[in-house]
């Protein structure tokens, strides 16, 4: 029976990363087929475009979102959080409203609004997919959640290109935002029946408004960490400054999400599971934190080493400014890794204004340092970021030692499975690197394979003394 779960908890691991992969995958395709279409400064304007209505979506995925799955019935709590999640975009689509029309002022572009004002209506469908998820998500049919997301980032990726070859241009970018919102909010309706509350009332509104505010203060906060250098850079310097900042940053990105997503989603749905059942994770998050670091900090590393020679090959020589921002975003991505483990551990046991309170430090001193460095250079402002990040983890990890001590021991035994991999994955994507014959050196695509394949061959090799205990973490990530 034990070994039945385990590997049922492996399985569900395997298909979340290998779907985020797939995920990623798409997303990476679908940013190399943009800076083929677009110049540096387009794919800036739709970088901001794309950041605003982000704050928007992120507020969707908190709040209510998280309420509703930690409530210990949902018939007793749906309607509201839907109603919270209505109110929250409305609001938030006001703002974006505002920001629309004064967006020429600020970044000296008029494109910028109206492609603001192309996406605000895509808010509310969010807002109806959040709630669905939830939904979906508290009967732990995960498998169920990646083969949807799936589907519909590979259905609007290809919608994107065609649009794209059909000259679109930004316009194609737009038309994904909707293809990839409407079909997963048919998904869901379709796949999942609808609950709603059994007798919906006021005071539980605004009880789930009054909890989730907090989680509000902490999504603003987390959006001003990740994505004031985008705007400030697009303010002091330029929206090209803009788009080779988020260039990079997404092809960083492709990599660690395909960790840190998972973690969030994994973390989010075991703790808050523990949590309602009184039950302490000091088992539980080591497991899910050596799951996810064992296998993306190695994979950063891997990208780091080796960007200086293969982001201009991929991307292109007008983007070639951009090779440097992505080993430095490596760095970056990896303390969010943790951090995609840490917070929704703190927030599933009710710390969330402990959360904020560490959010909220962090980016005042993000945001304070790239005010400064902004105005000379995108990696001045990029380095300043890592810093203050760099900060803000530790003091999050901090924060859960002390509250959970007693998970010190198993992080301090597991550590070498962490590190060994990734030293390895270094050295071997380095080696391939400078040993690749003169061919392959000059053929994206077999430059790229050869390094992947040498990374993982020196991650396998040095993860084989560990292998016990990296595959138990991965099957905590599935409950197994």
């Not at 980016?363 to 970021?385: I, K």
Request: proline share 4%; hydrophobic share 55%.
């Amino acid at each position: 029976m034990a070994k039945s779960r385990s590997a049922s908890g492996i399985l569900t691991a395997a298909i979340g990363v290998s779907a985020r992969a797939s995920n990623q995958l798409v997303l990476l395709c679908l940013t190399l087929v943009s800076t083929r279409f677009l110049a540096p400064a387009e794919f800036g304007v739709f970088a901001l475009a794309a950041a605003a209505t982000t704050l928007v979506r992120t507020v969707l995925y908190t709040g209510a979102y998280e309420y509703l799955l930690k409530a210990p019935d949902a018939k007793s709590t749906s309607t509201e959080c839907l109603i919270v999640n209505a109110m929250a975009a409305a609001t938030m689509s006001l703002g974006l409203l505002a920001f629309a029309f004064t967006a020429k002022r600020l970044f000296g572009t008029a494109e910028l609004g109206w492609v603001v004002l192309a996406l605000i209506p895509s808010n509310f469908i969010a807002m109806i997919t959040a709630w669905q998820e939830a939904l979906l998500l508290r009967g732990t049919r995960i498998r169920l959640y990646y083969a949807i997301t799936l589907t519909t980032e590979i259905f609007a990726g290809v919608v994107a290109v065609v649009l794209f070859e059909m000259g679109w241009g930004i316009k194609a970018l737009i038309a994904q935002t909707y293809v990839r919102a409407i079909v997963q909010a048919l998904a869901y309706l379709t796949l999942k029946p609808t609950v709603l509350s059994t007798r919906p009332s006021l005071r539980m509104v605004r009880e789930i408004l009054n909890w989730s505010l907090s989680r509000y203060a902490g999504v603003a906060v987390g959006f001003l960490s990740n994505y004031s250098a985008d705007f400030l850079l697009g303010a002091f310097l330029s929206t090209s400054a803009s788009g080779l900042y988020r260039a990079g940053n997404r092809i960083a990105t492709s990599v660690s999400d395909l960790f840190a997503q998972p973690a969030r989603t994994f973390g989010v749905t075991l703790f808050s599971r523990q949590s309602a059942e009184g039950r302490s994770p000091d088992e539980l998050w080591p497991k899910v934190m050596i799951a996810c670091t064992a296998l993306g900090w190695p994979a950063l590393a891997g990208l780091a080493a080796v960007s200086g020679k293969l982001i201009p090959l991929a991307l292109g020589h007008k983007w070639a400014a951009a090779a440097p921002l992505v080993s430095i975003f490596c760095l970056g991505k990896s303390f969010g890794i943790v951090s995609s483990v840490t917070g929704p551990l703190l927030v599933a046991y009710n710390h969330q204004k402990l959360a904020l309170g560490l959010q909220t430090a962090g980016t005042v001193c993000s945001v304070t340092a790239l005010f400064f460095f902004a105005r000379y250079g995108v990696e001045a402002a990029l380095w300043s970021g890592v810093a203050t990040g760099s900060i803000m983890m530790l003091a999050q990890f901090g924060a859960v030692l002390w509250l959970f001590p007693a998970s010190g021991r198993h992080l301090l035994k597991a550590l070498p499975s962490v590190l060994a991999p990734t030293l390895a994955t270094i050295a071997g994507a380095q080696l391939c690197l400078q040993l690749a014959p003169w061919g392959a050196s000059h053929n994206k695509w077999l430059l790229t394979a050869a390094i992947i394949l040498a990374g993982m061959l020196a991650w396998a090799f040095a993860a084989l003394p560990f292998r016990r205990r990296i595959v138990q973490s991965a099957a905590a990530l599935g409950g197994g």
